[in-house]
């Protein structure tokens, strides 16, 4: 295996600005699933998916959802084990504000960041398209150098995870026996620093819910109406204004229920890493945590429950002025929740506390986005020991098990659906700019991302058989 | 003087359908004025009003202003007193949200309104170019039968009144002589309700602010930052929404700060007025008057400075959901100001607000789009007897001499610039949807409305000579 592993090394090398290029082709595509004007672009970016899948020997098939569809994909040589489930997907979100972008985010290109390192910029250059083509690049590389993989694996590439994934468990529901694996992994997360690889084992849940405040029937001119007649802009401010203490710590009743402190041995290993305004806030500008006062900043993003405004609108938003009291004001809202927390339970309860503070003559109407618990992994499983192996041997540092302040609601939908654990190992980094414009992946991400998964396939392959 | 305004009025009745036709043309010019879009067509609304009203035999002209252009216009017979100055303004509000429209906003049509009464719907139907019309027809209707005015008449027709009049205190400095006149009338405002004529006789003033947050230096991801990182959102909902308190008070330090109590006399004779919340805001959906508690809805609307959030934008808005921290998010707030306040205090005390409360490491910006003081006019001058007598002639009931919850700067102007005080008659009705969607002038308010001018004029040349 360790020969065999070389050569595929080697050639991953020698092969790497083809692996950019085919990156390039999948980065092209305007696959925005959150907007309905990019319905076919969606669909075109899984067909090219499967395409490609097949064009390494997996019998692949684009699958209806119901949404945007889902590309499934499986090894020929199916009874090799174990068998793995990798999981990523190839919408991206939207690009707005687009006049932020430094070059058009769907013409990927290689530049220099300030700092001298290669990076490549698009919408998706890492999440996930560029996380996601890591992993089909290593097991192009196995296929090429021995003609097969190191172990079976199945894929499932969906197109809804930035709008919530709505479709995803039922469709695990019904291909449950084409999903059967050992277990799952998904490249979808960040390293510790850039060249500090890690293994998430602990995500944040998420609840996104958006509230639209309704209080006159139609637009009304400030002059003629200003005093008497209720602006629910005025509402909301006031409502969403509440959501926070003079501490940062969230009002609404009962949304610390259930969620617990850090056993004192994490909290203790946790403070040891430097992480500090210095090095987290100062890159983006700003230099006084936002969160609870009475919790280090490294908790308040991986292991406190938060509340973020999402996005906000109402009345005359262009140029100028408008004297205009609206007859609407609407604003997204999402919690990031930790284990302890029952999505149902805060999302009820955030309807309450926006409901309970509405003048009688208004009214509230709420969209629910979506809704996803805590997870925390179990730190102990054997995959995740192989990963970490293989990991620190290709970066040559210790890879660390940490949490992580997003959601990647997958992971919980494999395991209650399909049984399955999940190993969550990507290479992203803080300064990515996911979901912001000038999105970027490292160069050395990439290259060295391939080849990490290069290695994992042989580790896991080489693992006591269950 | 009776056997000619008979006439004249009969004209006006004869003439109509013609009247109605030259309103259309006019509301077809997309005049406006706060997006620099429309530059053209506002050029366009200047020249054909200046064309109109040469076709009148007034010497006429488009006058450049470093905005938008005003149209000076002076009847040939200088030299008959009185003299008047008309002022009105060719420019309309933006017409977004364009999709609660029943017909396109530059397509004007008569129409039934919901209770039978016919209106004239399009955007400035009534704002301002419905209301200007009544005049111009009715000096049309002199002059087509009479050969001539019964008073002298100059008019100054603005395109910047719905932003804020930048550029017209210095027009007025610098055509002080072309514009000499004994008083000014102004036609933009409204009759108490669809069978009582008004003349206003104190007007609120206005101040409009806007104020933009920027927390961190790009967008984030709210799942890798949200918790420490700050979110503008979060810091303008907190600020915007401490503006009132429990009782609908302005919470600004120094708001109320020379603001007077009606006298006695005044607060007993609108307490009489049938104004409740069943006759004004029941009518828009609402039922609860919003501003102080311990003041009658009459005076939260004519006699009590306000402060309303005109528009509010930050992060994601579209469709769907995005899991963003947005660097920015900014407000449009406006106060509507009663005598004794100061606007430049006012803005001030609202920056300070703002920015006292402001995390040390987020900023504010801020854009001064206007700001005028309120105005008392003078209830016993002459003109004001002439014009009330003659609109109580037409309307059959006696005309009421009001307050407005609105501001039109240019009354305050006028007197400053030059030394004119300023009789305010107009034909709106609160049902206007002005600066809204589906803006509609009643078909009776534009005929009576050409009628009463043309009483007017006439009772103004009848006028003991000053």
């Known amino acids: 295996m360790t020969q065999k592993l070389s050569a595929v090394l080697d050639h991953i090398d020698a092969d790497f600005d083809n692996s950019l290029q085919r990156l390039f082709t999948?980065?092209?595509?305007?696959?925005?699933?959150?907007?309905?004007?990019?319905?076919?672009?969606?669909?075109?970016?899984?067909?090219?998916?499967?395409?490609?899948?097949?064009?390494?020997?997996?019998?692949?098939?684009?699958?209806?959802?119901?949404?945007?569809?889902?590309?499934?994909?499986?090894?020929?040589?199916?009874?090799?084990?174990?068998?793995?489930?990798?999981?990523?997907?190839?919408?991206?979100?939207?690009?707005d504000p687009l006049e932020l972008w430094h070059s058009p985010p769907f013409e990927p290109a290689v530049t220099d960041h300030a700092d001298g390192r290669k990076i490549i910029v698009a919408r998706g250059?890492?999440?996930?398209?560029?996380?996601?083509?890591?992993?089909?690049?290593?097991?192009?590389?196995?296929?090429?150098?021995?003609?097969?993989?190191?172990?079976?694996?199945?894929?499932?590439?969906?197109?809804?995870?930035?709008?919530?994934?709505?479709?995803?468990?039922?469709?695990?529901?019904?291909?449950?026996?084409?999903?059967?694996?050992?277990?799952?992994?998904?490249?979808?997360?960040s390293m510790w620093d850039p060249n500090t690889p890690a293994i998430t084992t602990a995500l944040r849940g998420l609840v996104y819910d958006e509230v639209r405040i309704t209080a006159a029937n139609r637009d009304l001119h400030s002059g003629l109406f200003g005093g008497a007649a209720q602006n629910p802009i005025r509402v909301l401010t006031r409502i969403l204004g509440a959501l926070h203490d003079d501490n940062g710590r969230v009002t609404i009743p009962g949304f610390y229920d259930g969620v617990k402190d850090l056993p004192p041995d994490?909290?203790?290993?946790?403070?040891?890493?430097?992480?500090?305004?210095?090095?987290?806030?100062?890159?983006?500008?700003?230099?006084?945590?936002?969160?609870?006062?009475?919790?280090?900043?490294?908790?308040?993003?991986?292991?406190?429950?938060?509340?973020?405004?999402?996005?906000?609108?109402?009345?005359?938003?262009?140029?100028?002025?408008?004297?205009?009291?609206?007859?609407?004001?609407?604003?997204?809202?999402?919690?990031?929740?930790?284990?302890?927390?029952?999505?149902?339970?805060?999302?009820?309860?955030?309807?309450?506390?926006?409901?309970?503070?509405?003048?009688?003559?208004?009214?509230?109407?709420?969209?629910d986005h979506s809704g996803a618990p805590a997870i925390s992994l179990d730190w102990g499983m054997k995959p995740l020991a192989a990963a970490k192996r293989a990991l620190t041997e290709e970066w040559g540092r210790e890879a660390l098990l940490i949490g992580s302040g997003g959601s990647i609601p997958v992971v919980g939908d494999f395991k209650r659906t399909l049984g399955l654990d999940t190993v969550l190992v990507g290479f992203g980094l803080d300064d990515d700019n996911i979901h912001s414009p000038n999105e970027k992946y490292d160069l050395q991400s990439y290259h060295k991302g391939i080849r990490s998964w290069a290695r994992i396939l042989a580790a896991l392959a080489e693992m006591p058989k269950a």
Chains 1, 2 share one sequence.
């Open 125 to 189: 250059a890492e999440d996930d398209k560029g996380q996601l083509m890591t992993f089909i690049e290593a097991c192009r590389a196995w296929k090429a150098v021995t003609g097969s993989l190191p172990l079976d694996v199945t894929f499932l590439i969906e197109g809804e995870e930035e709008v919530g994934s709505k479709h995803l468990v039922a469709f695990l529901d019904q291909h449950k026996k084409d999903l059967a694996a050992d277990f799952a992994l998904v490249c979808d997360t």
């Open 266 to 367: 994490i909290l203790a290993q946790w403070k040891a890493l430097a992480f500090t305004p210095e090095t987290f806030l100062k890159p983006i500008g700003l230099s006084i945590p936002a969160g609870e006062k009475d919790r280090l900043m490294i908790e308040q993003v991986f292991s406190r429950p938060t509340c973020d405004i999402n996005g906000i609108v109402g009345g005359y938003t262009a140029e100028g002025s408008k004297t205009v009291i609206p007859s609407q004001a609407s604003a997204k809202v999402s919690f990031r929740l930790v284990d302890g927390q029952d999505p149902a339970k805060i999302r009820a309860a955030f309807r309450a506390f926006v409901t309970e503070r509405l003048p009688k003559d208004c009214t509230a109407d709420f969209i």
């Open 26 to 95: 999948l980065l092209r595509i305007k696959s925005i699933s959150a907007d309905p004007a990019f319905v076919k672009d969606c669909k075109q970016a899984a067909d090219h998916l499967a395409g490609d899948l097949s064009s390494l020997g997996f019998t692949a098939e684009v699958r209806s959802t119901g949404g945007h569809p889902a590309v499934v994909a499986k090894s020929a040589d199916v009874g090799r084990r174990p068998h793995v489930l990798f999981y990523g997907h190839y919408d991206v979100q939207p690009v």
